[in-house]
């Protein structure tokens, strides 16, 4: 898996770094074929100081894109909604790959 966390006006700290890479491995515990992610985080410069801090994923699985993004006045917060809309959309694809057709059992004479 290829991670890039990149901060727009912001500069990304070890400990920020730690706080998305751990939170990102509960993803990884339920899909392990993700192949790219790329994690934005920004800091905007609006007058209000709520939904100022931002959080945007994408993520390259094998056959689809996933996004999901995320604003809250705290940049943790919006990690962690980031983080429980990616899983929701990991999940989601997860079921729709798996085959759930069974095989018909074999008639008995």
Do not use: W
């Amino acid at each position: 898996m290829n991670l890039t966390i990149s901060g727009h006006h912001l500069e990304v700290t070890p400990a920020l770094r730690t706080y998305v890479t751990n939170k990102l491995d509960r993803i990884m515990r339920h899909f392990d074929q993700v192949v790219d992610v790329k994690v934005l985080l920004t800091v905007e410069k609006l007058k209000e100081k709520e939904r100022r801090q931002r959080a945007e994923c994408n993520i390259h699985v094998k056959g689809s894109d996933m996004f999901a993004e995320s604003a809250h006045e705290d940049l943790y917060a919006a990690v962690d909604d980031l983080v429980d809309k990616l899983d929701r959309q990991v999940v989601r694809h997860k079921d729709r790959v798996q085959n759930h057709h069974h095989e018909a059992p074999k008639r008995l004479m």
